[in-house]
């Protein structure tokens, strides 16, 4: 369906997700993602995406994060006109997990981006209105008051957040999850607990606020990896992940041009034999 659609890629540059909004006056460095973002959108709309019947904002990681904070933002550009407009995030959906050591390695991690890059201020106000800025800049705390259409596309095992996050070294004292981080088929009966918890925390989060918008739609699966829409492999190629027989690809697209809700939420590991793992 998107065979035809122009493609233009914002190269990620700026370390907060485009959100960043603030300057060091000791090292006269600034941070300007947010800027960044604005400018790049209005060029854009400069040079023909102002009459675009559809578009989609779509973006992996960072930049699956930065599609979720800025998808109002998005189709504030696009107000008044007759438009489609339309966010993908892709393993954007970063959760403010309890680490294998009970502390919060990845809130500690934002903590410090928010303070840096100045981020509060370019935040959802709809969420800083009664939570802190780090919490805002965690997708759970904002995607139900996101009022654009979004799709949020995710492994349930995303491999970052089990590496980074959930047990990073600085939290695996000993190196017990070593060989579990390297290979899902070494995880013990003791971690693969914690790795359905983490699952069942993504799976509540996208059930709550977030699927009671229409607009939305989901596809959470059972798989160990990172981003999975950039390329064929994953996305629309035979033998590329499905739910209920359906690829990513015809997810994303029955959702997007309205032909049926896709809300899909895979059974937990290792019931799908469709993954393509990286661990």
């Not at 102002?50 to 779509?58: E, F, G, P, R």
């Not at 890059?117 to 139900?144: E, K, M, W, Y």
Request: charged share 15%; proline share 3%; with cysteine.
């Amino acid at each position: 369906d998107f065979y035809s659609w122009n493609r233009v890629m914002i190269r990620y540059c700026d370390g907060a997700s485009f959100a960043g909004e603030g300057y060091d006056a000791g090292s006269r460095v600034y941070f300007r993602g947010q800027r960044i973002f604005n400018a790049a959108i209005q060029h854009l709309l400069s040079i023909g995406m102002s009459s675009a019947d559809q578009v989609l904002l779509a973006g992996g990681s960072a930049g699956g994060l930065s599609a979720i904070l800025h998808c109002d933002q998005f189709g504030a550009f696009f107000a008044g006109r007759s438009t489609t407009v339309k966010c993908l995030a892709d393993a954007g959906l970063f959760l403010d997990a309890v680490d294998v050591a009970g502390g919060h390695t990845l809130r500690s991690y934002f903590g410090g981006v928010v303070a840096t890059h100045r981020v509060a201020q370019t935040l959802p106000r709809s969420c800083t209105g009664h939570l802190d800025a780090t919490s805002c800049f965690f997708p759970q705390n904002i995607i139900g008051s996101i009022k654009t259409p979004i799709f949020l596309l995710n492994a349930a095992y995303d491999t970052w957040q089990i590496h980074e996050s959930l047990a990073p070294d600085v939290a695996d004292h000993g190196g017990a999850w070593r060989a579990c981080k390297s290979n899902r088929l070494a995880c013990n009966a003791s971690q693969m607990k914690v790795l359905q918890a983490f699952r069942e925390q993504m799976v509540g989060i996208v059930e709550g606020a977030f699927s009671r918008s229409k607009g939305n739609g989901f596809f959470i699966n059972s798989c160990f990896t990172h981003g999975q829409s950039k390329v064929p492999a994953t996305w629309n190629a035979n033998g590329s992940p499905t739910i209920h027989n359906k690829s990513i690809a015809k997810s994303v697209s029955d959702w997007y041009f309205g032909r049926a809700e896709v809300r899909a939420i895979d059974c937990p590991y290792p019931c799908d034999h469709t993954c393509h793992n990286d661990i």
